[in-house]
């Protein structure tokens, strides 16, 4: 199931970006989720995303936000 996926790297992903301070740390959380988030969503069908997006998660980044966070601090 492409969203379960999606969703459980998502989850460590929200837990590490709260946690990554430094550069260092960044990067680090950047090399190990970014590009596996990407793949993953891309793997989502088109419905689908609309309803991931559509619905609010209190543990999971938004797709959107995932993309702003792996450009701005890369």
Not at 11 to 24: E, N
Not at 31 to 45: F, G, H, S, V
Request: proline share 7%; charged share 20%.
């Amino acid at each position: 199931m492409p969203e379960s996926d999606y969703t459980s790297v998502n989850v460590p992903f929200f837990t590490s970006i709260q946690i990554a301070k430094s550069p260092q740390e960044i990067k680090w959380v950047q090399r190990n989720y970014c590009q596996r988030l990407k793949q993953l969503w891309e793997a989502i069908p088109a419905n689908e995303q609309a309803k991931h997006l559509s619905t609010n998660f209190g543990n999971v980044v938004k797709y959107p936000e995932v993309l702003a966070y792996c450009e701005v601090n890369n």
